[in-house]
């Protein structure tokens, strides 16, 4: 069945680059996508890459998209204290006729001033 | 911007009891899911809907029933509350020409 892992926990200085990464499985997977939560609250859409391209980049987020090796990962550049978050990697999955997304445990990022 | 809601921030409630947790979508989705969140175990598919009085079984079923008489609202129903389904409940809509999923705020429940 689809997997995706990811690391569960980041920590990094305020103004460095954080770089979060996610394997998945799903070679068919059209959308892998990228959600922040913060505590106590739902999952915020952060952004999201089509499966044919290799780079999408949105202000201060980068993400990058090697298909052959099934690699995700998503560079923060500039990380400030209201970054911290669980950062949560999806597969977008049809394999049962149905629109639906398989996720990631999630990445602590834990940024220090 | 695309609206989720869901009825309660928190909830408390005892073991046995029925319980109702309803989320609303303003965008006229056709697909609406519930999750539940636990530590550890990341986001579990309860159950999800394509459309009005359709459903599907997810990854944990087991213990809970939806109903969705609406294209905009679909409710996750505990016929019986144990204390095992204390958790963070999310719910999320997306358009069924995108796999894109859009979230509520959560509700956490807790069943003593």
């Known amino acids: 069945g689809e997997d995706v892992e990811q690391s569960l926990f980041l920590s990094v200085r305020e103004g460095d680059s954080s770089v979060i990464n996610c394997t998945y499985t799903?070679?068919?997977?059209?959308?892998l996508y990228w959600y922040k939560q913060e505590p106590g609250a739902g999952l915020q859409l952060l952004t999201y890459?089509?499966?044919?391209?290799d780079m999408k980049q949105d202000q201060r987020l980068t993400v990058l998209l090697n298909k052959k090796d099934k690699h995700l990962s998503l560079r923060i550049a500039d990380t400030q204290t209201g970054d911290s978050a669980i950062y949560f990697c999806?597969?977008?999955?049809?394999?049962?006729?149905?629109?639906?997304?398989?996720f990631g445990k999630g990445t602590m990022l834990l940024v220090s001033p | 911007d695309v609206k989720v809601t869901q009825s309660s921030r928190y909830l408390v409630k005892r073991t046995g009891e029925k319980v109702f947790l309803e989320c609303v979508q303003d965008?006229?989705?056709?697909?609406m899911f519930w999750y539940r969140q636990d530590p550890g175990l990341g986001l579990r598919l309860i159950y999800f809907?394509?459309?009005?009085?359709?459903?599907e079984k997810g990854d944990i079923p087991e213990g809970y029933s939806v109903s969705r008489e609406k294209k905009e609202r679909f409710s996750l129903i505990l016929e019986s509350a144990s204390t095992n389904q204390t958790s963070m409940y999310l719910c999320?809509?997306?358009?069924?020409?995108?796999?894109?999923?859009?979230f509520g705020p959560g509700t956490r429940l807790t069943v003593l």
């Open positions: 999320a809509s997306s358009k069924t020409d995108t796999d894109t999923q859009y």
């Open positions: 799903d070679s068919s997977s059209t959308y």
């Open positions: 890459i089509f499966s044919n391209m």
């Open positions: 999806a597969e977008s999955n049809r394999n049962s006729g149905y629109s639906t997304l398989t």
């Open positions: 965008m006229d989705h056709e697909n």
């Open positions: 809907s394509y459309d009005v009085k359709m459903k």
